[in-house]
């Protein structure tokens, strides 16, 4: 053991070869957890390199800031413990006790990382597990390299030359994602080609919904009205990319299925075009036009034409397509399409209309009518909004064969979409107006609309509205502005859009001392513990994704 302790300094000997080993490894592991944000929003951002770089310039490189903070406080730490124990490391001991202070640091912030709320945790699909064991051998890579370097070429700082690894993380998750890149392509060709095989052997009608907003909610309603009389495969959640509506086809859709509804998303253009050459739909539903993602496509017009390219399918093949013109945007793409069924509730010329219109805190009653005959509806599902994409879902259904009198049965069983002003009562604590999936601007009106029908103290929780580009502020006043007449408090969790949205509400009169900020959705769930009663009701408008925190 003394001789152990008292060799003197060299690479060439074994335990410098073990403690090499032992610190890489030990490193890698905390850094891999360490860069689990980096992950996550890579995911979230559906894989693509220019969400992920966008994801950098709109969060102001906080992430990036917290790796150099831990960098700098682990090689700042390590330098003067070194510089300290310089006298010392004859015996050789006294040369690795610096490496601790990276681990300790390096644990303190996976562990504050992994402590905080997720909204969409990281999915270890077989996607990102390939992605991650290439991530995880480059970082290994890299630790070895920077640990040898460190200690051959700069002795005080020795092994930990390794604290520099977070700074390079962002660089590390480019290298895998272009490594990666042609193997999860082929991959993906694969299953698409999978997917459209299958399809094609069955004898399906396809139907296709996309939209700025409401395509799930829409999509559900379709669904159980048509179950009425058909056996329907509808995509589950939100998988409505490429793979995750290839998934549905390849694991969901069953032989004797005789209706297949897929939602469409988009981002960018194009994107719709893509999804159709996969599912071929046969009747295409646009369910509104908004300013949704705004930031990724650029303007407006991309907006409208990524979503006419499910329309322009459709009627190149013949096909039926319905568009909710409840916003002027709609109306400008359904003017492009003759064969379009134009929907709203105060139109007269759709397949069935509505009238008589009762919305209530409860939920609707209204009446829907064809050309001969008039049903009585009831639904718990709260808000116009929601009769209007009845009405669009209906109209679809009755072009298919359903009667009134089946689809009537079909929109008393409906049920709220979770996160999508869903009623949530308690006999304990405040009562729940659970809009929290996500928010737009007509789905905040709607929000508000909801609210207005409440008869008691109202609390709004948001963070606002993003990805709106150049239009996010003037969106968010707006948003506070509207907030004024239906609110008594509102809490504004986040920072970046509380000048926009307080500064709506002081506009409209609102009183100040009710506008409160917290820095994230868990404290404002503290705050509400603390002065929401039990007659209270507190709406959660939009909760901002992942890697908006």
């Known amino acids: 053991m003394k001789n152990f302790l008292l060799l003197p300094l060299g690479f060439t000997h074994v335990i410098d070869i073990y403690m090499l080993g032992l610190i890489s490894v030990i490193s890698t592991i905390l850094t891999i957890f360490a860069g689990y944000k980096l992950l996550q929003v890579l995911q979230l951002t559906g894989y693509k390199i220019n969400g992920f770089v966008r994801w950098f310039k709109e969060t102001k490189y906080s992430y990036f800031s917290r790796l150099f903070m831990l960098s700098f406080l682990s090689v700042a730490a390590m330098l003067m413990t070194n510089v300290l124990l310089k006298d010392f490391f004859v015996i050789r001991i006294l040369n690795y006790v610096s490496i601790l202070f990276y681990f300790l640091f390096a644990t303190i912030f996976v562990s504050n990382l992994y402590t905080a709320r997720q909204k969409t945790p990281l999915v270890f699909t077989k996607r990102m597990t390939r992605f991650l064991v290439v991530y995880a051998i480059l970082i290994l890579i890299f630790t070895v390299l920077f640990s040898y370097i460190g200690f051959m070429f700069i002795p005080y700082l020795s092994y930990g030359f390794v604290g520099i690894i977070p700074i390079i993380l962002p660089g590390i998750v480019f290298i895998a994602y272009y490594l990666t890149y042609p193997f999860e392509k082929l991959i993906s060709i694969h299953y698409l080609r999978k997917a459209k095989k299958k399809l094609a052997k069955l004898n399906l009608k396809v139907i296709g919904i996309t939209g700025s907003y409401g395509k799930t909610s829409v999509k559900n309603i379709l669904g159980t009205i048509l179950e009425e009389k058909f056996k329907v495969c509808v995509t589950p959640a939100s998988f409505n990319t490429p793979l995750g509506l290839s998934k549905t086809i390849l694991k969901n859709l069953k032989s004797d299925d005789e209706v297949f509804i897929a939602e469409m998303g988009a981002k960018q253009r194009y994107d719709i075009k893509e999804l159709c050459g996969i599912v071929q739909p046969d009747i295409g539903v646009i369910t509104g036009v908004g300013n949704q993602h705004l930031l990724t496509f650029g303007n407006i017009d991309n907006i409208i034409e990524t979503k006419g390219e499910l329309a322009e399918f459709v009627s190149k093949n013949n096909g039926d397509v319905f568009i909710s013109t409840e916003s002027d945007n709609a109306k400008k793409l359904a003017e492009k399409y003759d064969n379009a069924v134009k929907i709203n509730l105060k139109s007269k010329d759709s397949l069935i209309v509505v009238s008589k219109i009762k919305v209530t805190k409860d939920g609707s009653e209204f009446d829907l009518s064809d050309a001969n005959k008039t049903i009585h509806c009831k639904t718990v599902l709260l808000g116009k909004h929601n009769i209007s994409n009845i009405l669009l879902s209906a109209n679809v259904a009755y072009k298919m064969g359903l009667s009134l009198e ?141 890697n908006y925190s």
Do not use: W
Request: glycine residues 4%.
């Open 406 to 546: 089946l689809i009537a049965n079909a929109i008393a069983k409906l049920k709220p979409v979770p996160h999508r002003l869903e009623l949530v009562k308690s006999d304990e604590f405040y009562t729940i107006l659970d809009d929290a999936y996500n928010s737009s601007v007509e789905g905040s009106k709607a929000a508000i609309e909801v609210l207005s029908h409440f008869k008691c103290r109202k609390i709004v929780v948001t963070p606002g509205m993003v990805e709106l580009g150049e239009e996010q502020y003037d969106a968010n006043f707006e948003f506070g502005h509207n907030l004024s007449k239906v609110a008594d408090i509102v809490i504004i969790d986040y920072a970046q859009n509380f000048e926009a949205i307080s500064s709506g509400l002081i506009q409209a009169g609102f009183d100040e001392k009710n506008i409160i900020q917290t820095a994230t959705l868990s404290q404002s769930v503290k705050l509400l513990m603390e002065m929401a009663g039990k007659d209270d009701l507190v709406l959660f408008e939009n909760d901002l994704p992942d």
